[in-house]
């Protein structure tokens, strides 16, 4: 190209020995000589006009040599363009289009340096709106946190005010938020029975401050245990309230969660103890989940609380043994007075059958049922299952009923669809007492046994 037209190249081989590529930098710097050719390598002459004086030589170390060494500005002394080979208008045209390649080179460059600016910007905006976004975001959770804070702050100032107010019996010795160990340490074991024939609710509620609407939990811990006491009750006033007097202190010092539901039969039809226990469990499910029912008799008192009122992993007999029999089971097989139930088991046998009009045979019938779901009875030590049970003649409307033994033959075939799933009634009344809720239904006449 340009370089072509300057110089011509003659090999010199004879002069090798006299210059290096530094003389001839030395001789050529005021040029801008481009030069690209392929050629040998080896020491060449640049080729002058005869008036430029003594030739210029140039040493190739490659067969591809590529020279910019600067435009020519001016000639030799005593050389003229001509001479060199090129015209004045061709040095200056290749003078402009080699400062246009370098403007081009400048803009490149420039463009570069701006699309680096940019895109460090939009980067920089994109941060900023990330964390600006995240912020919005983490406000309204941050609200939400104080919002919860308070609420804890201000129940925790509610529960120790009501502590305070509160007299309780049984010492605090643990936070509220611990929970109750598996076995209380405030039980006495066996207390001597005494019924004062004197005895009013109002003494029994005065002993027992912190049972409200028959509803009690530990103020100490949080219970392991949430069990609901059903009583079947007609006619048996002072019963109840003998029970009442040694039930309440019996559960608290065994730190679990109660509630006591008497289910009391209106109307003159015959006692059906059976079907108020159905009741019982139904309607205590409508005010708390309960997870251990216990069916238990209006006359029949707990001697020792080491009678834990828990259930277990099958159906429990608590009645090992009372005094009117000698502390002894009252036969082989024996389930009545107090047993419990799990939530699970007692939906398993499908509840007790609503058929036991009088008394006698419904205990045995649930024991049948127990027993077609293969579970086992499970029973306390004989040592501390011990109950008094409080005299008392045979209630009108009680009469045993003559019809047990029929009924019981034919459990297998009657259970599913004689029990929970069929116990109907008319619910009269729902009363909370400070000491227990009162549950008052009427049942119509009783079906013939067929």
């Not at 200056?92 to 403007?103: N, P, Q, T």
């Not at 019963?239 to 009442?244: M, P, Q, V």
Request: charged share 20%; hydrophobic share 35%; with cysteine.
């Amino acid at each position: 190209m340009f370089g072509h037209k300057l110089f011509s190249l003659r090999h010199s081989s004879e002069e090798s020995s006299k210059l290096t590529p530094a003389s001839f930098f030395v001789q050529v710097k005021s040029y801008f000589l481009t030069f690209e050719e392929q050629t040998a390598p080896g020491l060449y002459e640049l080729q002058n006009c005869s008036k430029c004086g003594s030739p210029t030589y140039l040493q190739l170390y490659s067969s591809t040599v590529t020279f910019f060494l600067g435009p020519l500005v001016s000639s030799p002394p005593g050389c003229s363009a001509s001479c060199l080979g090129i015209s004045a208008e061709e040095a200056a045209s290749g003078s402009r289009k080699i400062m246009a390649l370098s403007l081009y080179v400048f803009h490149l460059f420039y463009k570069f340096k701006v699309l680096v600016l940019v895109t460090l910007c939009l980067m920089v905006l994109w941060a900023t709106v990330n964390y600006y976004v995240d912020s919005r975001q983490e406000m309204p959770k941050a609200k939400v946190m104080v919002e919860d804070f308070r609420k804890v702050t201000s129940l925790e100032d509610s529960q120790k005010e009501e502590k305070m107010k509160s007299v309780a019996e049984v010492p605090t010795v643990k936070s509220l938020q611990d929970e109750c160990p598996a076995l209380s340490p405030y039980l006495i074991g066996a207390s001597k029975l005494t019924f004062k024939a004197s005895l009013t609710l109002e003494e029994v509620q005065k002993e027992n401050p912190q049972v409200a609407k028959g509803r009690y939990h530990p103020p100490e811990c949080a219970a392991q245990h949430h069990v609901a006491i059903i009583i079947p009750h007609r006619n048996r006033e002072k019963h109840l309230l003998y029970l009442l007097e040694h039930l309440h202190p019996f559960l608290q010092r065994q730190q679990l969660d109660y509630g006591i539901y008497v289910i009391h039969q209106a109307g003159s039809t015959k006692f059906n103890r059976a079907k108020l226990l159905n009741v019982g469990y139904l309607e205590a499910l409508k005010e708390a989940n309960w997870d251990c029912f216990i069916f238990h008799d209006v006359d029949l008192v707990p001697e020792n609380d080491f009678n834990i009122y828990t259930c277990g992993p099958g159906p429990k007999h608590f009645v090992v043994g009372r005094n009117n029999t000698g502390y002894r089971l009252r036969y082989t097989g024996y389930f009545g007075g107090v047993t419990a139930l799990t939530r699970e088991q007692f939906a398993k046998v499908n509840g007790f059958s609503n058929n036991y009009w009088g008394w006698g045979g419904e205990d045995d019938d649930l024991r049948i049922r127990v027993h077609l779901q293969k579970m086992g009875v499970m029973r306390p030590p004989a040592e501390v299952a011990r109950y008094t049970m409080i005299f008392h003649k045979r209630d009108h409307g009680n009469e045993e009923n003559e019809e047990r033994m029929k009924l019981l033959s034919q459990v297998s075939k009657t259970w599913k669809t004689d029990g929970l799933n069929s116990c109907s009634y008319k619910l009269l009344s729902v009363e909370h007492n400070p000491l227990y809720v009162n549950i008052t239904v009427d049942f119509s006449a009783q079906p013939k046994v067929s």
